[in-house]
C-alpha cells in the first residue's frame, strides 16, 4: 500500500479505515479542542475533523498520527521498521556483482533519483489566493492549546527556506505564533537548520509556511536530516513518488502543489518579538525568548481548505509517534557510525532528549563509553542528556529489563560517566540554558578486562528443557489460568514471569 499522496487522500483513507471522527457541534480552538484531543490521544482515541471551529472560517484536523496504527497507515507500511529497511537498503548499496544485483541496484538509483521534488504549473494550493491587506490568519482555527500560553499557536506547519550561501532548501516543523492578521514569530531553536538559514542571511529571507500536507511530508519537516539534505528528498523517497511543487505567488520559493494552506512571507534580521509562553512537549511551558517575526504577504489555499493542527504537552501526546517514526526510521543511519550499534529507544516520557537507551555488541573494554561519546557527537542525538548502554540481548523497549541490568550490572563509582555538552534549548533543568551535565551509564557486562572481578553468568534455562516444556504446554493445564490471570498481572509479575 503506497503512503497517502496529499492531505484529502490521507483523510479520506482515515475515515474508510474508521479512524476519523466528524465533530459537528461549534468547539472552541481557545483551550477546549486541547481538552478533547488529550482525553482521545490517551485513550488512543482516532483523529478528529472538528468541522465547526469557534470564530474560524476553515475546520480543523487533529490526533492524525496518534497511534502506532496510523503512524503506520500514513507511511503505508505494517511496521515502522519497514520504512528504515527501505532506507538501509540504499544507504548499505555495494557495488553489485552479476547481472540480478546490477538490475537490483539500478532500481534502487531510480527510487533515489525519482525522490527529487518536481515542479508544476498549478496546484490546488494556490485555487484561493490572498495577498497584502487581504491576507488573515484570523480565517484559521489556530489553537490556544494550554492556559498560561501567550497566543495562539500554528503548531503543524513545514516551514521552507534556502541557505542564502547554497540555495540548499530546508524544510523544519517550527511552531508559528500568530501576532495579528498579518504575522507570526517563528519559533527556530537554536540547534535547527532553519534558524541558521536566518543567520546566514543579511537583511530579508523568504518564507513559505505549508499546511495540510500527505502525512509522508508533513513528517518530514519533522525528521532531523543534517543540513544539506533536503526533507522533500526524504519525503519523495519514502513515498515512492516525488512531491510536487509549485511556484510561490510573492516569494522565490516553492511549495507542495497539494498544501490545505500555504503561507507566504519573510523574515528580516534583527526584527525579533517576544515569543510565548508556549506549554510544550517538555510537559512545562517554556519562557519568553525572543524569535523572529514572519511577515505574510499572501495566504493561498484550497477553496474548501482544511487546518492541520497538534497538541503538544505533557507526554505522552500525538507528537510521540512521530518522535518514535524518526527513533526507527534513522536506526539505520545512526548504524552507519556506530556499526556495533544493535537497536536503541528514546522513551515518550524522556520527551526524546532526556533519555536514549542504546544496545551494542560489545568487543572490546570501554566499549560502551565510546558508543555514549559517539552519540553525544552526533545531529540532534548529541542534545541526549543521559544514555544507558545495554548487551546486545537486552531489549532496549522494554524498560522493566533495562532497569534490572542498570540494577544488577553497574557499579556507580566506575559505570557511570558524568560529563558536560550542549542540551536541548527547551531545557529548564541546566543552571545555563543550552549547556549542561550529560550522564552516561555502562549497563553492560564487564571482566576483567575491565578492572572488574570475574562476571557471573546470567541464568538462563538450557533449550532442551524449554523445547521439552513447550511441547507438553497443553499437559499443565496452565493456559485457562494464565488467561484470566493476565487482566490482573502488574509489570513486575510479567517481569518476573520471563
Ligand atoms: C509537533 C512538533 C513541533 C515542533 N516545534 C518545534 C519548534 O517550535 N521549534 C523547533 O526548533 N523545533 C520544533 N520541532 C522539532 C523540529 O521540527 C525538528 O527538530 C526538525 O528536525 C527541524 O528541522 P531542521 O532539522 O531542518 O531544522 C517540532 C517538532 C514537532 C514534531
Ligand atoms: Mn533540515
Redesign the pocket.
Known amino acids: 500500500m503506497a503512503p497517502p499522496g496529499s492531505f484529502r487522500d490521507w483523510i479520506a483513507l482515515l475515515e474508510r479505515e474508521r479512524e476519523l471522527v466528524r465533530i459537528d457541534a461549534e468547539v472552541d480552538p481557545y483551550l477546549e479542542v486541547t481538552e478533547i484531543v488529550d482525553r482521545t490521544v490517551k485513550s488512543g482515541g482516532p483523529s478528529l475533523l472538528f468541522t465547526n471551529p469557534k470564530g474560524a472560517k476553515h475546520p480543523l484536523l487533529i490526533n492524525q498520527f496518534g497511534t502506532e496504527r496510523r503512524m503506520c497507515m500514513a507511511f503505508g507500511v505494517e511496521r515502522l521498521d519497514d520504512v528504515a529497511a527501505k532506507l538501509e537498503d540504499v544507504l548499505e548499496m555495494q557495488p553489485p556483482q552479476g547481472l540480478a544485483e546490477k538490475v537490483r541496484g539500478l532500481k534502487k538509483l531510480k527510487s533515489i533519483a525519482d525522490s527529487r521534488p518536481k515542479s508544476v504549473r498549478s496546484g490546488p494550493a494556490q485555487e484561493v489566493v490572498l495577498e497584502g491587506d487581504d491576507v488573515d490568519l484570523g480565517l484559521l482555527p489556530v489553537q490556544t492549546c494550554w492556559p498560561e500560553d501567550g497566543g495562539p499557536f500554528i ?2 506547519p513545514a516551514v521552507i527556506t534556502h541557505d542564502p550561501k547554497t540555495g540548499t532548501r ?6 508559528m505564533q500568530v501576532r495579528d492578521e498579518r504575522s507570526t514569530l517563528m ?3 537554536l ?5 541558521m538559514d536566518y543567520m546566514a542571511t543579511d537583511g530579508r529571507l523568504d518564507v513559505a509556511v505549508a499546511l495540510g500536507l500527505d502525512p509522508v511530508t508533513a513528517y518530514s ?5 543534517p ?1 544539506h539534505i533536503d ?1 522533500l528528498m526524504l519525503a519523495g523517497f519514502v513515498k515512492g513518488e516525488p512531491v510536487e511543487l509549485v511556484r510561490c505567488k510573492t516569494v522565490d520559493l516553492e511549495v507542495p502543489a497539494s498544501a490545505e494552506i500555504v503561507l507566504e512571507g519573510y523574515v528580516e534580521r534583527g526584527d525579533e518579538g517576544p515569543e510565548g509562553p508556549f506549554g510544550d ?1 517538555t510537559g512545562f511551558y517554556t519562557p519568553i525568548e525572543p524569535f523572529p517575526v514572519f511577515h505574510v504577504t499572501a495566504m493561498t489555499m484550497r477553496r474548501d481548505a482544511i487546518y492541520p493542527s ?1 497538541v ?1 504537552g505533557k507526554p505522552p501526546q ?2 510521540a509517534w ?2 518514535k517514526a524518526t527513533e526507527r526510521i534513522f536506526l539505520p543511519a545512526v548504524r552507519m557510525t556506530i556499526p556495533e550499534l544493535v537497536d536503541y529507544d528514546l522513551p515518550v516520557s524522556g520527551a526524546f532528549h532526556n533519555c536514549v537507551i542504546v544496545s551494542i555488541r560489545k568487543r572490546f573494554p570501554g566499549h560502551a563509553r565510546k558508543v555514549m561519546h559517539a552519540f553525544w557527537g552526533l545531529g ?1 542525538l548529541s542534545l541526549s542528556k543521559s544514555i544507558v548502554v545495554v548487551d546486545e540481548h537486552v531489549n532496549v523497549h522494554d524498560y522493566e529489563e533495562v532497569f534490572f541490568y542498570v540494577g544488577a550490572n553497574v557499579d556507580p563509582k566506575r559505570d557511570v560517566v558524568l560529563t558536560e555538552g550542549p542540551l536541548d ?1 527547551l531545557d529548564h533543568s541546566p543552571t545555563l540554558q543550552f549547556v549542561g551535565g550529560k550522564i552516561g551509564i555502562d549497563a553492560t557486562a564487564k571482566g576483567p578486562a575491565e578492572g572488574t572481578r570475574e562476571w557471573p553468568p546470567e541464568i538462563e534455562m538450557s533449550p532442551e528443557i524449554k523445547a521439552l516444556v513447550d511441547a507438553r504446554w497443553s499437559e499443565y493445564g496452565l493456559d485457562a489460568v494464565a488467561a484470566e490471570q493476565d487482566g490482573r498481572r502488574t509489570a513486575l509479575q510479567r517481569l518476573l514471569r520471563r
Open positions: 503548531t503543524l530546508n524544510v523544519g516543523m517550527y511552531r519559533h527556530w531553536q540547534h535547527k537548520d532553519g534558524r519537516a519533522s525528521a532531523p536530516l543540513k526533507e512537549h497538534i503538544v500525538e507528537d512521530l518522535g540532534m534549548h
